[in-house]
């Protein structure tokens, strides 16, 4: 009998990592309307979120965003860091029809894929 192994479908060029940070994102021709999410993972080619706002994020379409990054510091207080990139959807997910207190919006998930490396400021 030949022996059957699992073969991974695993594409991506960069390590992703499980990081829950603040993002304000938006359409990239659009600076003034924003939305807060939590991202769910990171990588040096893209991001990861959920997000109530289905509308918001279709294939292809050009995103810009602000990631704040809070380090702690030794005194007990906190220091923020931003990270701005854009990118494009590249990818979304519907992942319930009803994303939580959001009655009648689905819940889905985004990744984007950067345009090039994120700018720390």
Known sequence: ???????????????RR????VMEVGGKHD???RLN???????AGGV??????AEEFEIGKEMAFTIFMSVPITDGRAH?????????VVREDILAESAPGQQGRPWKGV?????????ML
Do not use: C, Q
Not at 18 to 21: A, G, I, K, M, N
Not at 37 to 42: A, H, L
Not at 80 to 88: D, K
């Open 111 to 119: 990744a984007i894929e950067f345009d090039e490396p994120l700018k």
């Open 37 to 43: 999410v939590i991202t769910n993972n990171i990588s």
């Open 48 to 53: 990861y979120f959920k997000s109530a706002h």
């Open 80 to 88: 923020t860091s931003t990270l701005e990139g854009s990118g494009r």
């Open 1 to 15: 009998m030949a022996e059957v192994t699992e073969r991974s479908t695993e594409r991506r060029r960069h390590p």
């Open 31 to 33: 600076p003034l309307k």
């Open 18 to 21: 499980e990081l829950f940070l």
